[in-house]
């Protein structure tokens, strides 16, 4: 399989290199974000990228998981403390389609009222 066929090109230096010619000014606002959000602070660094990569699993951006995780074990993560982080983004995922069954049930019930069905 050739790079072209890929769903995901790679990740490269000349990617991130076209990005920032289209688009100078967001692109360092973005870069200069980042370092802030990631700079020490009220949670220690290696906390933010434990979160990091539980929210990529979520938002599922494979640039993002791989940055991160490699980010989080530069940080000093661990591989327990890094699947850990991913199975509670699995358990947030779940658990936030679970919650919204509140609004199939309300919906089933509304036309069930509309059809005179109290079952």
Known sequence: ????????PPATKELADQR??????P???FRAFSHAVFAEGALPAKTKQLLAVAVTHVTQCPYC?????????QQGATAEEIMEAV?????????????????ALDTISGAQS????HS
């Not at 920032?20 to 000014?25: E, N, Q, R, V, Y």
């Not at 998981?65 to 074990?73: C, E, S, V």
């Open 20 to 25: 920032k010619a289209l688009a100078p000014k």
């Open 65 to 73: 998981i791989r940055g991160h995780t490699k980010a989080a074990l």
């Open 27 to 29: 692109a360092e606002a």
């Open 87 to 103: 199975w509670v983004a699995a358990e947030m995922r779940a658990g936030a389609a679970y919650a919204h069954s509140a609004l």
């Open 1 to 8: 399989m050739s790079e072209h066929d890929q769903m995901y």
């Open 114 to 117: 509309d059809r005179g069905d």
